[in-house]
T-cell receptor, first 115, second 114 residues
């Protein structure tokens, strides 16, 4: 079946603009994660959704970042008033039940460049 | 809190040579440990994991890693690498009490030369 998909694959924007990044998890996966991969920084956890529970937003770096998940499936990560330091690859992952015994499957990422 | 250190940002090796990618972690609680691989222009894939039991875990493509609690390490090894092993390798950890979050290291780029 299809894996995790993300769109767009690349996004170039100007400083101060808002951007929306989309993630389509694997069908039936109840858990969805967003990570940020910056050059030399590894992967940084941003936010986690599990079913209908309140999301774990503890990794969001500022209030300019937000995410929602509609109908327990597709998720959108929104970055308002983008800054140059927001430039990174944003990765989405999903898993079946949200426990570590269930592997997180990653999408190909969205490369965001803020000019 | 947990943290992961991958001291080597790049490891160049020749084909058929052995390789070790180092990973050390810090945690005040018990952890699960993982290695993920990111091939060029592809997404991250789970390579192997340690949850419990035998401290030596293996992947299907010849990599192995050993959990060493006393040294807080989870180094990744392969006795003979192939060109196709060229990729970025990430070590990750999660706490047993909070298995929803993976804490990743900064990654090691393995470059295999012919």
């Amino acid at each position: 079946g299809a894996g995790v998909s993300q769109s767009p694959s690349n996004k170039v924007t100007e400083k101060g603009k808002d951007v929306e990044l989309r993630c389509d998890p694997i069908s039936g996966h109840t858990a969805l994660y967003w990570y940020r991969q910056s050059l030399g920084q590894g992967l940084e956890f941003l936010i986690y959704f599990q079913g209908n529970s309140a999301p774990d937003k503890s990794g969001l770096p500022s209030d300019r970042f937000s995410a929602e998940r509609t109908g327990g499936s597709v998720s959108t990560l929104t970055i308002q008033r983008t800054q140059q330091e927001d430039s990174a690859v944003y990765l989405c992952a999903s898993s079946e039940e949200g426990t570590i015994y269930n592997e997180q499957f990653f999408g190909p990422g969205t490369r965001l460049t803020v000019l | 809190a947990q943290s992961v250190t991958q001291l080597d940002s790049q490891v160049p090796v020749f084909e058929e040579a052995p390789v070790e990618l180092r990973c050390n972690y810090s945690s005040s609680v018990s952890v699960y440990l993982f290695w993920y691989v990111q091939y060029p222009n592809q997404g991250l894939q789970l390579l192997l994991k340690y949850l419990s039991g035998s401290t030596l875990v293996e992947s299907i493509n010849g990599f192995e890693a050993e959990f060493n609690k006393s040294q807080t390490s989870f180094h990744l090894r392969k006795p003979s690498v192939h060109i196709s092993d060229t990729a970025e390798y990430f070590c990750a950890v999660s706490a047993l009490y909070n298995t929803d979050k993976l804490i990743f290291g900064t990654g090691t780029r393995l470059q295999v030369f012919p």
